[in-house]
T-cell receptor
Framework: ETGVTQSPTHLIKTRGQQVTLRCSSQ?????VSWYQQALGQGPQFIFQ???????GRGNFPPRFSGLQFPNYSSELNVNALELDDSALYLC????????????FGQGTRLTVV | GENVEQHPSTLSVQEGDSAVIKCTYS??????FPWYKQELGKRPQLIID?????GEKKDQRIAVTLNKTAKHFSLHITETQPEDSAVYFCAVRTDSWGKLQFGAGTQVVVTP
């Protein structure tokens, strides 16, 4: 098991609502990346945080936002939820540099109804 | 941006046979190529990775080969076992910040 934990594990929200997902990174890691994995697809990069700053963003609208805290844990916020936001949301922690591996949390299964 | 294609999408093998999954990528600056195994309802788990300065890496029954000229890398699983059944994802990293671009995945089914 990795040291990356996510909460909650499952969540059901109504279209139009807002949601906050949380991730605790592995000890010694200073970078957190968030991915969206729709059913039957590979994870898609949402954005990455390094030392509390967004450091790269994928092709996701501004209603997807995030935070990183001084202890390197992170939040993913999604506003104005849409049905297509239903997916497994994964966070991955890593260190910077070329010789770094990314370890995933168990994910949060979000269902938008 | 980086484009990663993964083939095949499904792979059925008899227990004891070998399985090979291939990925191609587009960005010649890509420098890190991990493979993840994801069982149903679980997190992707890193099973093996290779960096751009290495052509091949092996870990017991699993090996990865990288051809930078052709921009493709492959996962080889030998002596497959039923517990190897899962979805396997290749991924590519182009910078040192950790952003990964994933392939679409290969569903591997190992039948006894």
């Amino acid at each position: 098991e990795t040291g990356v934990t996510q909460s909650p594990t499952h969540l059901i929200k109504t279209r139009g609502q807002q949601v906050t997902l949380r991730c605790s990174s592995q000890s010694g890691h200073n970078t957190v990346s968030w991915y969206q994995q729709a059913l039957g697809q590979g994870p898609q990069f949402i954005f990455q945080y390094y030392r509390e700053e967004e450091n790269g963003r994928g092709n996701f609208p501004p209603r997807f936002s995030g935070l990183q805290f001084p202890n390197y844990s992170s939040e993913l916020n999604v506003n104005a939820l849409e049905l297509d936001d239903s997916a497994l949301y994964l966070c991955a922690s890593s260190s910077t540099g070329l010789n770094t591996e990314a370890f995933f949390g168990q994910g949060t299964r979000l269902t938008v109804v | 941006g980086e484009n990663v294609e993964q083939h095949p999408s499904t792979l059925s093998v008899q227990e004891g046979d070998s399985a090979v999954i291939k990925c191609t990528y587009s960005d010649s600056a890509s420098n890190y190529f991990p493979w993840y195994k994801q069982e149903l309802g679980k997190r992707p788990q890193l099973i093996i990775d290779i960096r751009s300065n290495v052509g091949e890496k092996k870990d017991q029954r699993i090996a990865v080969t990288l051809n930078k000229t052709a921009k493709h890398f492959s996962l080889h699983i030998t002596e497959t076992q039923p517990e190897d059944s899962a979805v396997y994802f290749c991924a590519v990293r182009t910078d040192s910040w950790g952003k990964l671009q994933f392939g679409a995945g290969t569903q591997v089914v190992v039948t006894p």
